[in-house]
């Protein structure tokens, strides 16, 4: 069962498409939960390639690492500005994803594939990135 609560909301302004997605998945759900969260945002990226994309997720993954440096398998590039920001942000530190979680791994390597960076940088009381936003506009 899918107990991913999703709502997308696309705008154009300027000719600029813009899509926002919100998303919640409970705590504990399984890796397939995630392969259907994945399949969505896929789609709406094979689909629109131009779009500017805005996930605001509350992921319920307490194992998810923040990553500095984004991997774009699909056009081959990163991005300095952010880097250098992000650099700043972590003291200087790379820090990479060393997860033994299957969910947390299918989610990242989504995100990197489809160059997505992960905007904020702020931790909730447990010091873990559970409420985590992502975005194609970097």
């Given at each position: 069962?899918?107990?991913?609560?999703?709502?997308?909301?696309?705008v154009?302004?300027?000719?600029?498409?813009?899509?926002?997605?919100?998303?919640?998945?409970?705590?504990?759900?399984?890796?397939?939960t995630?392969?259907?969260h994945?399949?969505?945002?896929?789609?709406?990226?094979?689909?629109?390639?131009?779009?500017?994309?805005?996930?605001?997720?509350?992921?319920?993954?307490p194992?998810?690492?923040?990553?500095?440096?984004?991997?774009?398998?699909?056009?081959?590039?990163?991005?300095?500005?952010?880097?250098s920001?992000l650099?700043?942000?972590?003291?200087?530190?790379?820090?990479?994803?060393?997860?033994?979680?299957?969910?947390?791994?299918t989610?990242?390597?989504?995100?990197?594939?489809?160059?997505l960076?992960?905007?904020?940088?702020?931790?909730?009381?447990?010091?873990?990135?559970?409420?985590?936003v992502?975005?194609?506009?970097?």
């Amino acid at each position: 069962e899918n107990n991913v609560e999703e709502l997308w909301v696309g705008v154009i302004f300027d000719e600029v498409q813009y899509v926002f997605r919100s998303v919640y998945i409970p705590p504990a759900s399984p890796v397939s939960t995630y392969d259907d969260h994945v399949g969505s945002l896929s789609y709406i990226m094979d689909n629109l390639p131009n779009a500017k994309l805005f996930i605001l997720g509350d992921y319920n993954l307490p194992s998810f690492v923040h990553w500095v440096e984004p991997i774009d398998i699909k056009n081959s590039h990163a991005v300095a500005g952010s880097l250098s920001y992000l650099n700043q942000l972590n003291n200087n530190s790379n820090t990479i994803l060393i997860s033994n979680n299957e969910c947390v791994r299918t989610l990242h390597d989504c995100i990197c594939f489809y160059g997505l960076l992960q905007l904020n940088h702020i931790h909730n009381s447990n010091n873990d990135f559970l409420d985590i936003v992502f975005s194609n506009l970097y």
